[in-house]
T-cell receptor, first 120, second 109 residues
Framework: GAGVSQSPSNKVTEKGKDVELRCDPI?????LYWYRQSLGQGLEFLIY????????KSGLPSDRFSAERTGGSVSTLTIQRTQQEDSAVYLC??????????????????FGPGTRLTVL | QKEVEQNSGPLSVPEGAIASLNCTYS??????FFWYRQYSGKSPELIMS????GDKEDGRFTAQLNKASQYVSLLIRDSQPSDSATYLC?????????FGTGTSLTVIP
């Protein structure tokens, strides 16, 4: 079956421009995570959606970052007024969790291929 | 600030040897622990998950968890060149997964 897909795969933009990154999770997965991975670094949590619950936005680095998830499926991460330090690979992951609360060992996250963002 | 620490490596082992990857975490309340493998230019894929003290084996992989020492490890037996990748340790806290920066493993033929 289809995995998590992300688009675009690569995005080059100029400093100060807005960008939108898209994530299509695996059908039926209720949980969706956005991460950022800078070169040589680990994954930095950005935001978490679980079903119809309010998202956990505690990882967003600034108010220039926002995300939404429409109809409990597709998610869009928007970065306004991009800065050079925003350059990274943005990864989306989905999980078949039912209900909220602390993730458990049964919550396998399936990652998309990522979007490589370069801000010039 | 919840932290997950890993030795960045690189770790090099000969083909057929045992590779040992280690991870420590700061949050004593963490309940679930994961090892992901990430090939260069690719996204992470889950190898193992473990949530209780002791060992969990899956094929050539063994995860070991010691909550008292806040330590989780991954052993890869009979290492193969195809195991060469970066291995990420992840720990849960709240709604979040906290990832280490990864250990780069190279298996030398």
């Amino acid at each position: 079956g289809a995995g998590v897909s992300q688009s675009p795969s690569n995005k080059v933009t100029e400093k100060g421009k807005d960008v939108e990154l898209r994530c299509d999770p695996i059908s039926g997965h209720t949980a969706l995570y956005w991460y950022r991975q800078s070169l040589g670094q680990g994954l930095e949590f950005l935001i978490y959606f679980q079903g119809n619950s309010a998202p956990d936005k505690s990882g967003l680095p600034s108010d220039r970052f926002s995300a939404e998830r429409t109809g409990g499926s597709v998610s869009t991460l928007t970065i306004q007024r991009t800065q050079q330090e925003d350059s990274a690979v943005y990864l989306c992951a989905s999980s078949p969790r039912i209900g909220g609360g602390t993730p458990t060992y049964t919550d396998t996250q399936y990652f998309g291929p990522g979007t490589r963002l370069t801000v010039l | 600030q919840k932290e997950v620490e890993q030795n960045s490596g690189p770790l090099s082992v000969p083909e057929g040897a045992i590779a040992s990857l280690n991870c420590t975490y700061s949050d004593r309340g963490s309940q679930s622990f994961f090892w992901y493998r990430q090939y260069s230019g690719k996204s992470p894929e889950l190898i193992m998950s473990i949530y209780s003290n002791g060992d969990k084996e899956d094929g050539r992989f063994t995860a070991q968890l010691n909550k008292a020492s806040q330590y989780v490890s991954l052993l890869i037996r009979d290492s193969q060149p195809s195991d060469s990748a970066t291995y990420l340790c992840a720990v849960t806290g709240g709604n979040q997964f906290y990832f280490g920066t990864g250990t780069s493993l190279t298996v030398i033929p």
